[in-house]
């Protein structure tokens, strides 16, 4: 698993792997983390990053006592393939 780093203040969950930055945007709608975007580099793709960000992201609100709305396609297309964190969704 890469070490994500969380910035709170900017709402991105990020990773460097092979020099190359990977990262998830969000941003705090009331009581929901929304996410808005998941990038992985073409130069890292297909690794299961985006995975690992999308995970991070639903443990930290889990963390928080928030709800989640994956805006993202991707973070979209993650939950339904891991239910276990579908309490979360709101």
């Given at each position: 698993m890469p070490d994500i780093q969380h910035d709170a203040g900017h709402g991105r969950f990020s990773t460097t792997v092979d020099g190359e930055l990977a990262y998830l945007d969000t941003r705090l709608d009331g009581d929901h983390l929304v996410i808005t975007h998941t990038w992985v580099p073409d130069a890292i793709g297909g690794r299961g990053i985006a995975g690992h960000l999308v995970k991070a992201a639903f443990e930290h609100a889990r963390a928080q006592g928030l709800k989640v709305r994956p805006a993202c396609s991707y973070a979209?297309?993650?939950?339904?393939?891991?239910?276990?964190?579908?309490?979360?969704?709101?």
């Open positions: 979209a297309a993650w939950i339904e393939r891991h239910p276990e964190f579908s309490d979360l969704l709101g």
